[in-house]
């Protein structure tokens, strides 16, 4: 059953900690993003990556961090940094340079206790 | 600078009647344009490309590059449309490839 897995689907972090949050694909696609979805504010684009060992800053990238070691995987940690961490965050996928649009996990749900 | 631009948070509308989901774009090249769908307690997934000007479960949508619009148009609602609609924009210039999102439009289809 091919899909994109995030895991945990719920996660509590106390103030001062990091915490990673996982994305897996089996969808053989290149290019995997994060996005952090708050109410109101839409999807905004923390961090993508075209291809292994690459990845960009999106629009709000400050207090996180991601690393591409493999294709099928692309964990997000949520540093100390990022001062307001709360929110629901998902992964997507698609196959690079195509307009067949992306395929979204189901999300992580992030509160800082 | 590229944007999507979605005026209304929340349109309600009776079953049965016309729905209408306004998105306006911002972008230098030539646009292509998503609207995705999220039901509740489900997954985002994708609902229609404009390049590919299907129908999907009674939806249309029409790029209108003159107004810059991409709106997302039904002739009668059910109420198993209610739901939250983003529409996105793909930004691939130069070596990037990325959806940049509206904020969306809770739809609320009533009885």
């Known amino acids: 059953d091919g899909g994109i897995t995030q895991s945990p689907k719920y996660l509590f972090r106390k103030e001062g900690q990091n915490v990673t949050l996982s994305c897996e694909q089996n969808?053989?696609?290149?290019?995997m993003y994060w996005y952090r979805q708050d109410p109101g504010q839409g999807l905004r684009l923390i961090y993508y990556s075209q291809i292994v060992n690459d990845f960009q800053k999106g629009d709000i990238a400050e207090g996180y961090s991601v690393s591409r070691e493999k294709k099928e995987s692309f964990p997000l940690t949520v540093t100390s940094a990022q001062k307001n961490p709360t929110a629901f965050y998902l992964c997507a996928s698609s196959i690079w340079a195509a307009n067949y649009g992306y395929t979204f996990g189901s999300g992580t749900r992030l509160t800082v206790v | 600078a590229q944007r999507v631009t979605q005026p209304e948070k929340l349109l309600s509308v009776f079953k049965g009647a016309p729905v209408e989901l306004k998105c306006n774009y911002s972008y230098s090249g030539s646009p292509e344009l998503f609207w995705y769908v999220q039901y509740s307690r489900q997954r985002l997934q994708l609902l229609l490309r404009?390049?590919s000007r299907e129908s999907i479960k009674g939806f249309t949508a029409d790029l209108n590059k003159g107004e810059t619009s991409f709106h997302l148009k039904k002739p009668f609602a059910q109420e198993e449309d209610s739901a939250m609609y983003y529409c996105?924009?793909?930004?691939?210039?130069?070596?990037?490839?990325?959806?940049?999102f509206g904020t969306g439009t809770l739809l609320a289809v009533q009885p």
């Open positions: 996105a924009l793909r930004d691939y210039g130069g070596a990037t490839n990325k959806l940049i």
């Open positions: 969808l053989n696609h290149d290019a």
């Open positions: 404009h390049i």
